[in-house]
């Protein structure tokens, strides 16, 4: 667990900061890349994914992702917060490790996750380096779950 600096916590919150509001294109992206993931989604298996893009189910998964993801980006802020990151993100993966949910596939929505954000902010190498250095932490917390 290497904590961000706090010029790369900048870079994590401003870049999150273009893309928080856009809840279902995110969820959309993950699931239009990984039909997989989707699958696993007892209200969302294997049902068209542009049928269900519009429904208040998806808008309340989504809603439910971006606000999980902005948590740990506030928890990030202050190292003193470590031991709340730590509690919150094991317990995360308990409950997606019940569900079936792989490593691979955590791998799968980091790819699309990365993939929808470098696109949709102000991006450069050292955003990148900043969100790989943040996912590595809560993926290094989450696959001791998984
Ligand atoms: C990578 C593959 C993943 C799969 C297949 C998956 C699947 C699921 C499923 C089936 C649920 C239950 C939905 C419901 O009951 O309506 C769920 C809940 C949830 N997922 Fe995921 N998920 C994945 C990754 C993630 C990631 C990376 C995040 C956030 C960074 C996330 C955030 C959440 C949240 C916040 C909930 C609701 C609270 C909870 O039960 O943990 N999921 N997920």
């Known amino acids: 667990y290497t904590p961000l600096s706090s010029d790369q916590y900048s870079l994590v919150k401003s870049t999150w900061d273009q893309v928080s509001h856009n809840e279902v294109d995110i969820l959309y992206a993950i699931f239009k890349a990984y039909p997989d993931i989707q699958a696993k989604f007892p209200q969302f298996n294997g049902k068209d994914l542009d049928s269900v893009k519009g429904t208040p189910d998806f808008a309340l998964h989504a809603t439910r992702i971006v606000s999980f993801i902005g948590e740990l980006v506030t928890l990030t802020s202050s190292e003193a917060n470590a031991p709340a990151v ?30 929808y954000i470098s696109s949709h902010s102000t991006w450069g190498d050292n955003a990148a380096a ?9 993926y290094g917390i989450a696959f001791t779950k998984l």
């Open 86 to 115: 730590q509690s919150t993100v094991e317990a995360f993966a308990v409950r997606h490790h019940n569900r079936g949910v792989t490593k691979d596939q955590f791998n799968e929505f980091r790819t699309a996750f990365f993939s």
């Open 130 to 138: 900043a969100w790989n250095q943040a996912i590595d932490n809560i």
